[in-house]
């Protein structure tokens, strides 16, 4: 499985931007996929999680309200839409997808993508 993200940027806070994340390969194998973020000096913490199926999605608190996860199937692509951002969310975010057809399952991680939220 490969992810490719995009549409990080610039915003000042208060502001809103969607990332994408486009999965390719064995895409059918994916059991979850979702956002993990790591800014500077800091480990790398969950954004949010989504089964494969969309029935299930686990937020961090610090996002509640403010993102939304969505997909679109028929592309292979999973969105992260950011609104009401604050300083504190600048950070790369990072495409993430738990997958395979044996267990235990293997994590795939994107190339990362940096948003940066001005004051």
């Known amino acids: 499985v490969q992810l490719v993200e995009s549409g990080g940027g610039l915003v000042q806070a208060g502001g809103s931007l969607r990332l994408s994340c486009a999965a390719s390969g064995s895409t059918f194998s994916i059991n979850a996929m979702g956002w993990y973020r790591q800014a500077p000096g800091k480990q790398r913490e969950l954004v949010v999680v989504m089964s494969s199926g969309g029935g299930s999605t686990n937020y961090a608190d610090s996002v509640k309200g403010r993102f939304t996860i969505s997909r679109d199937n028929a592309k292979n692509t999973m969105y992260l839409q950011m609104n009401s951002l604050k300083v504190e969310d600048t950070a790369v975010y990072y495409c993430?997808?738990?997958?395979?057809?044996?267990?235990?399952?293997?994590?795939?991680w994107g190339q990362g993508t940096q948003v940066t939220v001005s004051s």
């Open positions: 993430y997808a738990e997958a395979g057809t044996t267990w235990p399952l293997n994590d795939y």
